[in-house]
């Protein structure tokens, strides 16, 4: 079974610093690798995916994600934090034969002036 | 398009009192999807359904039934709530399967006292 652990369940960052979230992933088949965002009250939205195409994938509000097979990870990051950025970052896991996206537990974004 | 709806957005409930948590999309999805999400837990998928017709469990699927009324509609029932099921309750739809996207619905908040 393929499952996702993310390192850190909070994170801070100060306004226009780096961002770095980091995600490693299990998997015996190649996986497909999901970064989802979710905004207080909200439901998730896609931030990017990975589907074995590119390994260096864009997404939305300048977030991108680099799929590396030979550390397992798939880390996301953004040059410059925005105050907007503030919420919850979940990474996930599918298969292309399967149905179930596991998530990891969710690293909580804090970011402040 | 309205995406993904839920009804209700809150609800209180007795332990042992049912309900039916409703789900619905408007992106002719073939799948539709139930988890639950729990503080530190990250979301944890209880039953989806690959197409019109089917369902099947997924990682906590005790204490629930579904019904996948038809291709929009794809129903949660709890029949004797417990405390444990106090939880944000998402639903979502996707083409089909893995590599998909997968949509979410905004979220009911349930508290079982």
């Known amino acids: 079974a393929q499952s996702v652990t993310q390192l850190g369940s909070h994170v801070s960052v100060s306004e226009g610093a780096l961002v770095l979230l980091r995600c490693n992933y299990s998997s015996s088949v190649p996986p497909y690798l999901f970064w989802y965002v979710q905004y207080p009250n909200q439901g998730l939205q896609l931030l990017l995916k990975y589907t074995s195409a590119a390994t260096l994938v864009k997404g939305i509000n300048g977030f991108e994600a680099e799929f590396k097979k030979s550390e397992t990870s798939f880390h996301l990051t953004k040059p410059s934090a925005h105050m907007s950025d503030a919420a919850e970052y979940f990474c996930?896991?599918?298969?292309?034969?399967?149905?179930?996206?596991?998530f990891g537990k969710g690293t909580s974004l804090l970011v402040t002036p | 398009n309205a995406g993904v709806t839920q009804t209700p957005k809150f609800q209180v409930l007795k332990t042992g009192q049912s309900m039916t948590l409703q789900c619905a999309q408007d992106m002719n999805h073939n799948s539709m999807y139930w988890y639950r999400q729990d503080p530190g837990m990250g979301l944890r998928l209880i039953y989806y359904s690959a197409s019109e017709g089917t369902t099947d469990k997924g990682e906590v699927p005790n204490g629930y039934n579904v019904s996948r009324l038809n291709k929009r509609e794809f129903s949660l029932r709890l029949e004797s709530a417990a405390p444990s099921q106090t939880s944000v309750y998402f639903c979502?739809?996707?083409?089909?399967?893995?590599?998909?996207?997968?949509?979410f619905g905004p979220g009911t908040r349930l508290l079982v006292l």
């Open positions: 996930a896991v599918s298969v292309h034969s399967g149905y179930a996206l596991n």
């Open positions: 979502a739809s996707n083409e089909r399967g893995g590599q998909e996207t997968q949509y």
